[in-house]
């Protein structure tokens, strides 16, 4: 069991800047791979950025590519989603993912489908 807690959510204007975390606690040793994903009002799951805490390796959605950034702390069991370049249409509930089977690892767009999730931190971001 893995267990997941976002914050740092916030309201910020277009250009704006946020860092969230996702505390993870209890198996962690076990997470093969871990991501964020968002979800606005009436859309469909996003997912964002896949990350694989013991190779410091990650991947990321087209659509937010050069402007977020995942990163660790694993002294911490800390991951990050540096977001930069903010704009309106990044305006959504963000969470986290861990999944412990490395089979299920495969693709950014899957990252929502992962066994343990967060509980999400909202991010506004006004024009």
């Known amino acids: 069991q893995v267990q997941l807690v976002e914050s740092g959510g916030d309201s910020v204007q277009t250009g704006g800047s946020l860092r969230l975390s996702c505390q993870a606690s209890g198996n962690t040793a076990r997470v093969s791979c871990m991501g964020w994903f968002r979800q606005a009002p009436g859309q469909e799951r996003e997912g964002l950025g896949l990350f694989y805490p013991k190779m410091a390796s990650s991947f990321y959605a087209d659509s937010i590519k050069g402007r977020f950034t995942i990163s660790q702390d694993r002294s911490k069991d800390l991951w990050y989603l540096e977001m930069n370049n903010l704009k309106p249409e990044d305006s959504a509930m963000y969470y986290c993912?861990?999944?412990?089977?490395?089979?299920?690892?495969?693709?950014?767009?899957?990252?929502?489908?992962?066994?343990?999730r967060g509980q999400g931190t909202q991010v506004t971001v006004s024009s």
């Open positions: 993912a861990a999944q412990l089977d490395y089979h299920r690892c495969g693709a950014v767009a899957t990252i929502s489908t992962f066994d343990y």
